[in-house]
Each structure stands twice: as C-alpha cells, then as structure tokens.
C-alpha cells in the first residue's frame, strides 16, 4: 500500500538496522491484493498486502505483516502449512482497526434507534416537523438483544461500548472458546437465538467457511422488526436473500458497511431499497490510520527484534 | 397532555384511592402548555403540562407532576415562591428522557464521527464509493475533548455511556457543586474551555438566564474543526450568529434537535446549510414513552403517599 508521506517518513525513521525496500507498485488502497513483487526476493520482513503466490515463492522472507485486518486472502491451508513448515510469522493489523469498526457499528445502531436516516431525508426534501411520527419511531438502546456473529477484536471492542447500555448481548461463534466476556454460543445453536435478537451485527471475515453465511433461511429466522448490520465482508451475505427479506418486511432494515461487489454498482437495487443503509466500506477509517498502521508495525518489529511473541498474530 | 390507550390505562388502573379528572383540553404533545383549565381547582395533585397561572389561581394543588424534563414555563421567582410559600410540591420526568436523550446525543456525535450523513446523501444521489474521501474524513471519539454545558440528568447519563471511550470530558456549569463525576468548571470560566473543545455538547433548559447562551463571540471561541449539538432548548442559541459560524466555517458543523421556532419554518436557511443536520425535537422520544412517562408518575405517587422524598422534584 503507498503510505501518505507522514507515515511514510515516521516509518523510515525508526526502522534501525533494517532497510527499506519500496514495492515498485504500490496501491492507495490496503483492499486488495498487490501484484507479483521481485523485491520480495530480497526481503526478509514484508509490510502490506503482498501477493500470496509470491509469498509462497520468496523462502527468505521471516515475517508478513499485513496492513489489513481481514486475511482471507491467505487464510487457506495450504498458505498456512507453507508458513509454518518454514518458520515464518504472519500478522495483521487487527488492533488498529477494532476501534474505529466498532464505534461505526455503535454509530449504526443508534442511527436507527433515533431515527437519524429518516430526519436526514426529510431535511434534505420536504423540511416538514415530523416530531410526532419520528419519536414514535424512535427506539432505546436498552433491555434489547444484540446478537454478534463472529469474536474478534471488533466484538470484543463492540461489547465494551455496549456496556453501559442494559442490553442482552449474545455472541455466536466456531467454536466457543470459554474465555468471551458475554453469554456465547456454538454457530449450530445460530437458529435459536436469532429470532431473539433485536439486532443482529455480523462482523464475520470473508472466505470459503463464511460465503453466504447470512442467507434466505437465516434472515428468515430474524424477527420482523429486527435490524441487521455488517461489517465484515460482504461475501458473508446472500445479497439477494437480504434484498428479498428487505423488500418482504421480513426484517426491519439493514445497515451495510460491506458488499459484494465492491464498488457495489450505482443500479444495484440495495443502493435504493428505502430500509437498506450503506456506508462504503468506510468502517475502518480514522484520522491518522496511515500513521497508527506504521506505529503498530513498529510496535511489532520491536517485539520481533526481543523475541516477544508477536500480537496480532495470525499464523 | 393526551394519553395514548395503554399508558392512560396503566394510569387508571393503579390510581388506588385517587379519583382522575381529566382536563377537557388535552394536547398531543407535551411541548406546549395547556389552556387554562376549570378541572384544577378540583385537584389536589396534577399530572401534565398545566397552565402556570392557573396553577398560582388553584391554592387546593398540593403537588404537580410535570409530564417534560424541561419546565422553564414555571421557572421564574414568583412562581417558584408562591410554590413554596403554600407548601406545593413541583415534580418533572427528568429520569423519563435522560436516557433517550443522552442516547441521541451520542447518535450525533457518533454519526459525525462516522461520516454517516455524507454517505446517506451519497446513498440517495449520485451512488458513488466514495471510500476514500469517506475514510479520510472519518474520526474517532479517541482522545478528544468534549465540552458539556449543563449537568443535569441527561449530562450525567451522557458521561455513563461515553466513559468506554478514551476521551477527556469538561462539564461547564452555573456553580460546581463538587459532586461532579468529570472535571468541572464554573461558566465564568467557559471562554477557556472552548477552544480546547473538539465536541461541544449544549444540554442547556430553556428559560431567560440561558437565552441565546451560544453567542457569536461563544462560537467564536471554539476550533474551526470542533462540532456543536443542541439537545437542551432552541432559545439557548443564536441562530442567527450559528449559522454565520458554519457558513464561515468557524466551526465544523452542528447536529441540532432543538429550534427556535419550532416546528423550525421549511425555509429557514439552517435547514439547507450543508453543515448543519437537524431532528425535529426527537431526542426525548422513544418506545414506550407514554407507559413510562405513567410508569414514573406511579412511582412518585407511591413517594408522595409514603411521605418519601419524590425522586426529580424541582421546586
């Protein structure tokens, strides 16, 4: 990824011993994939989105540190094996972008809880005084059920900006691992607690496993007057399943950080279903990510130079 | 104020000894006060939006429940006196709206955060992806400083649902009492504070000692890049020098849910200033707000029969 030059500079000054090689191209944008790189023949710490096949071909290389916190792209198990047959450490950059996802899926929910949306559109119409319609409409954050598919850092971020409020939250994973600090279930008891939730947020990552998690049946589940959010990976949903649920009232409304495809297309009928919000894949941004990004590098080239075990760890 | 069925239900059926006389002009809202009203000089204790004058003619009244958190219509020394000197007890519903309020309040200020207005404009026109700009824009409530004016119950539940956030909060008040939970200053002091503020946060009742409070010189103390909301009263503000300030870009933007006048008149200019969002007296609304506007009365009921202190008595 091409950093802005603050970032850049804050880089090169306090990378030490190490030098710094620049991928010849470099994207403006962490989402994808970087092409096929010959610097990487030479190096043996990577920062960015390399490209997994030469990952794969560049046995010199010690440590992977990707500048994004989804993986999918190398989470499979043949790059694993690979990884770890030869020693080296993969890690991402999970703990920069918890909080900013976390405060956008809080910032989701209480947009819909007090109507913001809908006073929005009547100010930029008809600039009527809908006081009594809106506050009917109106909801609280309280005595309501959350249920959170997938624990990562973002969960475990999102329930702690939820604690103050007095809602019952729930968190659906893999497998539980007993250490999460709300009530947690196994993904094969999903269908028992979805027609409970208020609020579904699905911070699942992409890949294989995940593909059209949330599909027909599952939103069907779904109460009538709950709300859906994701700010996962867009691959997670069935968008047409979701659309249909939409358009049926099958579901009250949907908040979506993330689509498949992205860019999602101007005509794509989602952009323009009257209970289906969507930001674009802005739910990571923060001022200053660039900089937080090489401050948590540097962070972790320091514990790799002390032989600390490494955060944000993923292989 | 009327009552919607259910509430005025729950109302009739735990009244115990009390009769219910209703007045014979009822509103819809609570916002306005009623007409004066013959029934009152029958009533002992009064629940609604009475007329203050009435009230002074109605010497049998022992004890009124006010159906608003905001009571300036009754917050003046004459009537404040004649309360006392006859022994009146004056409760209001504080503890009913500090909670929606305080949710709304965040809503905002998560919603500029998050840049969720921008991409909703974008969602109803042009259907960019805009991530990008969106992503460089958005902001994290992380080590910013918010200023509070006002330390009421909305204040003091605002500070609650902010405290998971890493972020440095100053209350500003009439006179610190001490009891304060977050750092607080006396408003003679607020011209040192604001410039420090990256959020403003007016909570302020209506009433003439806070009339147009936020002044031009006021808003000219805050950062070109600080945001300003509006929770408590429209007369708190001057409209007229807001609007120069975020036309001039002295401020970033503000998030407004109270007016003056309300209902605010289409054509108004704040109304089509890009940097102003404006909910139409919302922030107090929520489900169940008439069953818990009840709900709160019976409690007080239970107090006053009790000879307990009333939780939110004001005079």
């Known amino acids: 990824?091409?950093?802005?030059?603050?970032?850049?500079?804050?880089?090169?000054?306090?990378?030490?011993?190490?030098?710094?090689?620049?991928?010849p191209n470099l994207l403006d944008t962490n989402l994808v994939s970087g092409q096929a790189d010959p610097a990487l023949a030479q190096a043996q710490i990577v920062f960015g989105q390399p490209d997994p096949r030469a990952l794969l071909d560049s046995p010199n290389i010690e440590w992977v540190h990707l500048?994004?916190?989804?993986?999918?792209?190398?989470?499979?198990?043949?790059?694993?094996?690979?990884?770890?047959?030869r020693g080296t450490i993969v890690t991402n950059s999970s703990s920069v972008y918890c909080e900013p996802c976390a405060q956008h899926a809080l910032a989701m929910m209480l947009a819909f809880a007090r109507?913001?949306?809908a006073a929005l559109l009547n100010q930029s119409s008809s600039r009527q005084w809908p006081a009594a319609t809106l506050r009917a409409d109106s909801r609280l954050l309280r005595q309501q059920t959350v249920v959170i598919l997938g624990y990562g850092h973002i969960a475990r971020r999102l329930?702690?900006?939820?604690?103050?409020?007095?809602?019952?939250?729930?968190?659906?994973?893999?497998?539980?691992?007993?250490?999460e600090t709300i009530s947690a279930l196994p993904e094969t008891r999903l269908a028992e607690v979805l027609p409970l939730a208020d609020h579904v947020m699905n911070l699942l990552p992409g890949g294989e496993a995940t593909r059209h998690y949330m599909d027909a049946s599952r939103f069907g589940d779904m109460k009538p007057s709950a709300y859906f959010y994701n700010i996962g990976r867009g691959s997670t949903v069935d968008q047409a399943a979701l659309l249909e649920a939409l358009r049926a009232g099958r579901i009250a409304a949907a908040y979506l950080d993330v689509m498949d495809p992205e860019p999602l297309p101007p005509d794509h009928p989602l952009w323009s279903t009257p209970n289906c919000f969507i930001t674009p894949h802005t739910a990571g941004g923060?001022?200053?990510?660039?900089?937080?990004?090489?401050?948590?590098?540097?962070?972790r080239l320091e514990?790799?130079?002390s032989g600390l075990p490494l955060l944000d760890r993923i292989m």
């Open 115 to 117: 109507q913001l949306p």
């Open 67 to 85: 500048t994004s916190a989804g993986y999918e792209r190398y989470d499979n198990a043949p790059f694993r094996k690979a990884m770890l047959d």
């Open 1 to 23: 990824m091409a950093l802005p030059d603050p970032a850049r500079r804050l880089l090169m000054e306090h990378l030490g011993r190490h030098s710094l090689i620049f991928s």
């Open 286 to 299: 923060h001022d200053d990510e660039h900089l937080n990004l090489v401050r948590h590098f540097l962070d």
């Open 303 to 305: 514990e790799y130079e």
């Open 159 to 179: 329930v702690e900006l939820l604690a103050p409020f007095n809602l019952r939250m729930i968190v659906v994973r893999r497998n539980v691992a007993g250490d």
